[in-house]
């Protein structure tokens, strides 16, 4: 059993998950309820820590952006294939995804047979959401490795009753550490939070950097310690601003 984690303090930098972390998971990704305190609580910490804090997400920032606003706010999106810094400057990872029309046809007949399962476009990653279908995951996984392989240099993201097809070598880990070399972030201690299996990259950059890693939920992880949910997570972040 891992540890709670210590009181947060105002110097550190924050680096947050989104879906599972700071809200609830929903059956589709547009399912998810936004609220009016989490929004407070992250306007408010970002201001009380100086600017360090950074949203670091499976969605794109567009997608960020239409649920929380925060459009000054740092963002890192699509598992770190888009971010955008403390100062509003974007990079995006353009490695081309030449495979994804290809593998978008032969997934349309699957899509077909099995109404369940959704399939996301976010543009530079492809991901198949099983949430409604359970009972299908080994399937989609062996499926979307079969998928995987049409490409040059693609990798699998799993995560929860989800697998992504993505560019390789860009992940959450590597968005955190880009943060790190720029202000507001540089010299901070970092901290990650996290729920899923696409987070496991950050937890690892933050531990190599003897930052705070923290986990929310049941299940296996690199990180130091842990948090039950999202209120936990919430009351947590809250304590450094009360």
């Known amino acids: 059993m891992k540890k709670t984690p210590p009181p947060p303090e105002l110097n550190w930098a924050y680096f947050l998950d989104v879906d599972g972390t700071l809200i609830e998971i929903a059956e589709t990704p547009d399912g998810v309820l936004v609220d009016a305190p989490l929004l407070r609580l992250i306007e408010q910490l970002s201001r009380a820590c100086g600017g360090a804090l950074a949203l670091v997400s499976g969605r794109s920032i567009a997608n960020l952006e239409a649920l929380v606003g925060c459009r000054h706010l740092p963002m890192a999106g699509l598992h770190g294939l888009e971010r955008r810094d403390a100062d509003g400057r974007w990079s995006t990872h353009t490695t081309a995804f030449e495979a994804k029309t290809a593998i978008k046809s032969a997934l349309l007949p699957v899509l077909e047979r099995h109404p369940g399962l959704l399939l996301e476009d976010k543009g530079l990653t492809l991901a198949l ?71 496991e990259h950050g937890f690892a950059a933050v531990n190599r950097l003897d930052g705070i890693s923290i986990k929310v939920g049941r299940g296996a ?22």
Not at 221 to 240: E, H, I
Request: net charge positive; aromatic share 8%; with cysteine.
């Open 129 to 199: 959401h099983y949430r409604l279908a359970p009972t299908l995951a080994a399937y989609v996984h062996r499926l979307m490795a079969r998928q995987a392989r049409l490409g040059e240099r693609l990798e699998l993201q799993r995560g929860k009753r989800v697998v992504e097809i993505k560019p390789a070598g860009i992940d959450k880990g590597s968005a955190i550490d880009a943060y790190l070399t720029e202000p507001p972030f540089r010299t901070r201690r970092p901290v990650f939070i996290g729920d899923d299996l696409n987070d």
């Open 221 to 242: 992880s690199c990180a130091r310690y842990r948090l039950p949910d999202v209120q936990a997570v919430r009351r947590w972040l809250s304590s450094c601003i009360s």
